[in-house]
């Protein structure tokens, strides 16, 4: 019963009884389809027992609490935004400020451990080659010139191997 | 073509502006459609008024911030379902304990008062309340998008189109529930629906 017609009159009787356009569009329909008529009614029955289903229990006084629960409520915000206000704000505020404060925090932290652990293992390789070369202080006189040459453009060294050839 | 003016939003406009008269129509208009939904998502009555308190809560706290962007039934459907959802969520969690005890200890609320509404029955009215009874049982054990939709659908109050919205679904997939919905109801009462027991007088 894939016919839009017959289900567009569907639809319509979920929600609503049919008007007399449609109940005479339904007429028309079954009269042509008669398969249909079967499906038909027993949707219209399964309607039926849905609309009468009772009404959920509502205590009698349901409206006189909820406007007394609504009046306590309005009297809370008032009391806070004219003597209390500020202390509104940092009760907004505050919980956000401290997030933000510890995750700084964390991110300090996290850093200065990262380094001191670079540092540590650092030292550690250091101490690993000293007993292979033991340092003498005469070794290092001239470590800024060669540190310096290692700098120096290689431009001027490709010069002189030019020339030489 | 424009839309008509929708008198809800209309006096939602004027408990914005802080008309107390305004809401307690709007309570008592909706408190029963709302309560419906809350009841048949929770299956508990107590715990289904608690939320239909705090939807009627929230619409009071939002009232402030109310702009007319749709048909107020599909906003206040809309907060209704994700209390209920919420509510679903937290008793997944906590098994046990209410919203009132979440909301920890205010003063102790009037109680409720219900109506009896289980007064004797005629013999001729057990069976159609068994049958109630069945439906409501099949009702539960949709999934709970099938039943919502289903439930919006019974009331009538909202479009095809509007469902949708409270739904978070496109137009197809609303009414996709619907039909799946029905179709596992028909399936099974079957027997009742069959037998012609369902058949109500003759208008």
Redesign the interface.
């Known amino acids: 019963m894939n016919d839009p017609l017959y289900q567009k009159l569907l639809?319509a009787s979920?929600?609503?009884p049919l008007n007399s356009e449609e109940e005479a569009e339904l007429q028309a329909y079954l009269a042509a389809h008669p398969e249909a008529q079967a499906e038909w009614e027993?949707?219209i029955?399964?309607?039926?027992?849905?609309?009468?289903?009772?009404?959920?229990?509502?205590?009698?006084?349901?409206?006189?609490?909820?406007?007394?629960?609504?009046k306590?409520?309005?009297g809370k915000p008032r009391r806070a935004a004219t003597s209390f206000g500020w202390l509104a704000w940092v009760r907004h505020y505050l919980p956000r400020a401290a997030s933000a404060g510890l995750a700084l925090v964390l991110v300090i932290t996290g850093s200065y451990q990262y380094r001191a652990s670079r540092r540590a293992q650092l030292a550690k390789s250091v101490a690993a080659l000293l007993p292979v070369t033991p340092l003498n202080p005469e070794m290092l006189q001239d470590f800024d010139a060669i540190v310096q040459l290692s700098q120096a453009p290689t431009v001027a060294d490709e010069d002189l191997l030019g020339a030489l050839e | 073509m424009s839309t008509p003016p929708d008198p809800d939003a209309a006096l939602m406009l004027r408990v914005k502006q802080g008309d107390?008269e305004a809401?307690?129509v709007l309570?008592?208009k909706y408190?029963?459609p709302v309560?419906?939904l809350?009841?048949?998502t929770l299956g508990d009555?107590a715990e289904?008024?608690d939320v239909?308190?705090h939807v009627?809560?929230q619409v009071?706290?939002s009232a402030r911030r109310y702009e007319v962007s749709a048909r107020f039934s599909t906003w206040i459907f809309t907060i209704a379902r994700n209390l209920c959802l919420n509510e679903l969520r937290r008793r997944s969690r906590h098994p046990a304990g209410s919203l009132d005890e979440m909301a920890g200890g205010?003063?102790e609320?009037?109680g409720?008062?219900?109506?009896d509404?289980h007064a004797f029955s005629p013999p001729e009215n057990l069976l159609?309340s068994e049958?109630?009874a069945k439906?409501?049982q099949a009702?539960a054990a949709l999934p709970e998008k099938q039943r919502t939709a289903?439930l919006f659908?019974?009331q009538?109050d909202l479009s095809?189109e509007e469902m949708a919205a409270v739904l978070g679904c496109s137009l197809a997939a609303t009414?996709s529930l619907?039909h799946r919905a029905?179709a596992t109801?028909?399936e099974q009462?079957k027997p009742y629906?069959r037998s012609g027991a369902?058949?109500?007088p003759p208008h």
């Open positions: 639809e979920w929600q609503r027993e949707d029955l399964l309607t039926q027992q849905l609309r009468q289903l009772p009404a959920a229990p509502l205590s009698s006084n349901f409206t006189a609490l909820v406007l007394q629960t609504v306590a409520e309005a | 107390g809401f307690e309570v008592e408190k029963q309560m419906n809350a009841y048949r009555a289904a008024e239909a308190q009627f809560l009071f706290k205010h003063d609320p009037p409720r008062q219900f109506e509404t159609q049958l109630e439906v409501e009702l289903l659908c019974r009538g095809y009414k619907i029905r109801l028909k009462l629906l369902w058949r109500g």
